[in-house]
């Protein structure tokens, strides 16, 4: 080898290494292609492949692969990984802000999560970097990641936006940040919030203060999948029957002693036919409400029909034409009920009664439907959206939008429903809605995750997070006006 050929050698090599050395921690370098944390030839073949095999770009996992970052897999990328092996310092690649925890995760083979299908979750290493920040502590590191399994979350979403939501189950419980300790929890991309990524933070936060027995907590979080950041997400408690959770009697699946099939079972009223098992036809038009069961998850007989009636006779009782009755009440909890729909209204949330609407009920034949936990609220505000209606003057089940709301529209034309609401509603608003300031709650969320904000707008997208929280101030409070106006309030 000529003294020549080995200060080339030597002087890629320091290169190679300078990247990996300046990349932060957990990070790929940009251009290495094939996921061996080095750039090298290797990478050039991987791409070349990746090219002339046709591989079909996706703005979500093609990052790796398109090294200039514009979409495509051309020969551009082909010469910038040639820049980076002969010595070229590239341009930095998108990076997590470092004022959150970091959760990184690498999939087994690095393999893309293409699926939110039960049978398609993959295996992955995880670690969550608490970046030395107070009162959050890590949990596992690089050299010594834990196990979980991932798979892709949501509907509309998932079909929809680029950025995705995922489903987590880790192999062992853990406390993350500083939630109770356990194994399934949800990473929400909350793609379709163009609201300072408030939406969910104020309905939770609404839910808690009310008084709901169990709202999921929450956490923003950045997010290193196969070491490429993707972004800040909301690490969220998954609702499922747990004692930090819905605190109801687990059921076995397939019960068929008719004592036991009373409860607890958890239920949503779902706005898709996906995983929906079973409908109820509501009044005299055409339409149909869809529940769906998610503990237990797989009926016998004895289970489907227990419920099916119980549904079914509850539906019928609503859509009595005698609306004094209390009938409905035998078989749903008006207070939750009421505490639930006040929720909606403040958040102006039009898929409140429509769908990701949970009940759930526990055992004996005398127990009704509690309402709750509250859960997504991605469509609040949306007249803004749909009818350039910033005034928010109207309840959730007046003027027909995309969603169908269930129940209420009908539940609202009794008069103690509406007594049971003015009563809740005067309780939790003449106490400063238990003490939430609300302008002040959405100006130190904008502060907390201002940095990551930006960071993942480098990658998605989105306005300026300021402009996002003054609208949002302003639609809530424009809510908030017009109920005290149709309810009444005394001055807290």
């Given amino acids: 080898m000529t003294k020549q050929v080995s200060h080339i050698l030597t002087f890629i ?14 990070l790929r370098p940009r251009g290495d292609v094939n996921c ?14 990746s090219i002339f095999k046709g591989a079909k770009y996706h703005h979500f996992y093609g990052y790796a692969a398109d090294v200039n970052d514009d979409r495509e897999y051309t020969i551009a990328d082909i010469n910038m990984v040639l820049d980076a092996i002969m010595g070229a310092q590239l341009p ?9 925890p970091v959760l990184y995760i690498n999939t087994e083979g690095h393999r893309d999560i293409v699926s939110k299908e039960k049978e398609d979750y993959l295996h992955a290493d995880w670690w969550l970097d608490a970046m030395g920040l107070e009162g959050q502590e890590s949990i596992g590191s ?40 356990n194994r399934h929890f949800c990473l929400l991309a909350h793609a379709d919030d163009y609201l300072a990524m408030l939406k969910n933070t104020m309905g939770l936060e609404l839910s808690r203060r009310i008084g709901m027995a169990y709202t999921p907590a929450q956490a923003p979080v950045e997010v290193v999948l196969n070491g490429r950041y993707i972004g800040l997400y909301f690490l969220t408690e998954k609702i499922r029957v747990g004692k930090h959770r819905v605190n109801i009697e687990e059921q076995n699946d397939l019960e068929t002693d008719p004592a036991k099939v009373t409860g607890g079972w958890l239920l949503e009223m779902a706005n898709t036919h996906e995983g929906t098992t079973m409908y109820f036809h509501e009044g005299e038009g055409d339409g149909w409400v869809g529940i769906t069961p998610h503990s237990p998850e797989e009926l016998s007989r004895r289970q489907y029909d227990y419920i099916w009636n119980y549904l079914n006779n509850a539906t019928q009782a609503i859509y009595s034409a005698d609306k004094t009755s209390t009938e409905w009440e035998k078989y749903i909890d008006i207070d939750t009920m009421a505490m639930f729909y006040i929720i909606g209204e403040i958040m102006d949330d039009l898929e409140h009664f429509a769908g990701s609407a949970y009940m759930y009920k526990h055992a004996g034949d005398t127990t009704r439907l509690v309402f709750g936990p509250v859960w997504d609220f991605g469509n609040s505000f949306q007249r803004w959206a749909i009818f350039h209606d910033t005034t928010f003057q109207y309840f959730l089940y007046e003027q027909p939008t995309v969603f169908t709301s269930h129940w ?6 009794y ?19 238990n003490g939430l300031n609300i302008s002040q709650f959405i100006d130190d969320h904008v502060e907390s995750i201002r940095a990551a904000y930006e960071a993942n707008q480098v990658l998605w997208g989105h306005p300026g997070i300021d402009i996002e929280k003054e609208f949002f101030k302003t639609f809530i409070h424009r809510k908030i006006n017009w109920l005290e106006s149709q309810w009444g309030t005394d001055e807290p």
């Fill in 92 to 100: 930095p690649m998108p990076s997590f802000s470092g004022t959150l």
């Fill in 408 to 413: 209420i529209t009908e539940v609202a034309k």
């Fill in 415 to 433: 008069p103690h429903f509406q007594q049971v609401v003015r009563r809740h509603w005067q309780e939790f608003h003449d106490s400063g809605f």
């Fill in 36 to 49: 061996d944390w080095d750039v090298n030839i290797g990478d050039i073949n991987a791409l070349t492949d």
């Fill in 142 to 181: 690089a050299d010594a990641p834990l196990g979980m399994l991932i798979k892709g979350r949501g509907n509309y979403t998932w079909n929809h936006y680029d950025k995705k939501s995922f489903r987590i189950k880790l192999d062992e419980k853990q406390p993350l940040m500083g939630m109770d300790s």
């Fill in 13 to 26: 090599v320091a290169m190679a290494s300078a990247l990996l050395m300046n990349a932060q921690q957990g």
